[in-house]
């Protein structure tokens, strides 16, 4: 990673400045209606439309390093979320990141969730009962690949009981 991007910064960094700290796995992309498509001048003649697609994931945390998650009904884990904004290939340009569906992150997220709402008219992409929300929350930081040696990194930097 190149030192002249503002928007990717050590692991120290990215744990410390973010509210919630997770590891786990992205389990699928929101595409379609919920795409954000981002439209620059000095970018269009460079970049293909499908790289400037932005998108939402639904994210399975299996730990939370830092912070609070909601647990599911029967406390074996915790509620998926929806995490965001992702493209098709890093954008350095405009700080937004890629993921690989299936692979394993640690996550570094802001704020307390938002519930959210679902634009699209096919409803929602996977059976839920109504009591729980989906949560939203947007990065705080670039997500690592998760090694036992950035969640350890991830998790010695959170600072679970201090105040910011």
Not at 1 to 14: A, Y
Not at 71 to 78: M, T
Not at 85 to 91: G, L
Request: aromatic residues 10%.
């Amino acid at each position: 990673m190149t030192s002249s991007s503002s928007c990717v910064e050590d692991i120290p960094s990215r744990a410390a400045r973010a509210d919630i700290v997770v590891d786990g796995r992205v389990r699928a992309r929101h595409a379609g209606s919920s795409a954000v498509w981002y439209k620059q001048q000095s970018f269009e003649a460079t970049i293909q439309p499908s790289m400037l697609s932005y998108f939402n994931v639904t994210f399975r945390a299996r730990r939370v390093l830092k912070g609070w998650l909601q647990r599911d009904r029967d406390d074996a884990g915790y509620i998926p979320v929806v995490v965001g904004p992702f493209s098709h290939q890093e954008d350095r340009v405009n700080c937004v990141p890629a993921v690989v569906v299936g692979a394993r992150y640690v996550m570094f997220l802001s704020g307390n969730g938002s519930t959210a709402v679902s634009s699209s008219g096919g409803g929602s992409r996977t059976a839920q009962p109504p009591a729980t929300s989906t949560l939203f929350f947007q990065l705080s930081g670039f997500p690592a690949a998760y090694t036992s040696e950035t969640a350890s990194l991830a998790r010695q930097y959170s600072c679970n009981g201090c105040s910011k």
